[in-house]
């Protein structure tokens, strides 16, 4: 079977692509790994940014349903100390250009959009074969095959597809979130939640910050943030979840018990993601055929701007498609183009925003950046 233009991944950026081509007229696949859209969770809250993320949307024609989900007050943020002191209290005044949404309520809009059909779940890639004159040949893991005329790697930092394009592999950072929720938190852990506030909570000190965020039905979700080495994750046996919150809250002793329930009371298993970058500016030659968008093209270290630059890189892709019928090399030329140049500074911001938070002068150096930012919007 030959598909026009086959998606590998079934994320924001693959959906973005695949919603805007279906608005143009231009039929896409999406291939997907995962047995369905309900087969894992999809993170927490996202910030959707009025320059790219909100653009996107507005290409793919979801900018009514998006508002609808956008949760109420979640912009209201706060820095703390390891004592549970308030630094800095900045309220959700509801003025705000980056509305909060839960990744899994915006990826169901975008799953909405789509014809039926559009997406193949349970469709794990498993090799690519360039068949010369930019069609590839693609195998899954139960046994088909696909022939691509134009494929798209939207599959996220360990791509399959980025190999065509680059021998770049993501590196680890020094750097690791590890991921817990609570629950039913004003009612069960009310200490928390008023430390928490309406929205997103700091605590934060030079290598180590516990960042938390009110989420819709009463939940927190709490990543806690280490600068440590790939060897001291690794020893962290995460197969025990009370062994790895023991081990984890141990690095916060002295830290207020409200904060450190954040991760001692989780009532999830906690999971380590650890923090991978590709090379700042990673840029490829043009391959005929194929091409990259969202972390397969420019894995970054996490600034808030990942999911935004995913679905305004496949909104991009597909207006270059568009307005390009025939010649699907100009199309990959000039979105490529475009791409290197606009993402290529997020590297640095990326990697500021980190440095802010885990710096030597953490807090101080985020709440100066909270209040740059104040006084320039």
């Not at 608005?23 to 894992?40: L, M």
């Not at 969770?41 to 979801?62: F, K, N, V, Y």
């Not at 590709?278 to 969202?294: E, K």
Request: hydrophobic share 40%.
């Amino acid at each position: 079977m030959t598909t026009p233009v086959t998606i590998i991944g079934a994320g924001l950026g693959g959906l973005a692509l695949a919603r805007v081509l279906q608005v143009h007229g231009i039929p896409a696949t999406v291939y997907e790994a995962d047995p369905s859209a309900a087969s894992r969770t999809q993170g927490g809250q996202l910030d959707i940014h009025e320059e790219d993320g909100q653009r996107a949307l507005a290409e793919a024609g979801l900018l009514d349903e998006f508002r609808a989900i956008i949760h109420a007050g979640a912009e209201a943020a706060r820095v703390l100390d390891e004592r549970g002191a308030v630094l800095l209290d900045l309220p959700d005044d509801g003025t705000a250009a980056r509305p909060e949404v839960l990744r899994g309520e915006l990826r169901q809009i975008l799953l909405d959009s789509l014809p039926g059909g559009t997406i193949r779940w349970g469709r794990k890639l498993t090799g690519v074969r360039p068949l010369g004159g930019g069609r590839h040949e693609l195998s899954f893991a139960d046994g088909s095959t696909v022939t691509s005329d134009v494929l798209v790697g939207a599959d996220g930092a360990w791509s399959r597809i980025r190999p065509l394009l680059s021998d770049a592999t993501p590196s680890y950072t020094g750097t690791t979130f590890v991921e817990t929720y609570l629950y039913d938190v004003d009612r069960r852990h009310p200490a928390t939640a008023e430390a928490v506030g309406e929205g997103a909570m700091y605590a934060l000190t030079p290598g180590k910050g516990i960042v938390a965020h009110r989420e819709a039905g009463d939940t927190i979700h709490t990543y806690v943030e280490l600068n440590r080495s790939a060897e001291w994750i690794g020893a962290l046996d995460f197969g025990d979840p009370a062994a790895a919150r023991a081990r984890v809250a141990a690095e916060f002793e002295s830290w207020a018990p409200h904060l450190t329930a954040l991760i001692t009371e989780g009532e999830t298993a906690p999971v380590a993601r650890m923090i991978h970058t590709l090379p700042d500016g990673h840029r490829w030659d043009r391959v005929p055929g194929v091409t990259l968008l969202g972390d397969a093209a420019h894995l970054m270290r996490p600034s808030g701007d990942g999911a935004n630059l995913a679905m305004f890189d496949g909104s991009e892709l597909g207006r270059a498609i568009a307005a390009r019928p025939g010649d699907i090399e100009a199309a990959l030329t000039a979105y490529e183009e475009a791409l290197f140049a606009r993402t290529e500074p997020f590297y640095d911001d990326a990697r500021e925003i980190l440095d802010l938070c885990l710096g030597d002068r953490a807090p101080y150096s985020f709440i100066d950046f909270f209040n740059g930012a104040a006084e320039q919007g």
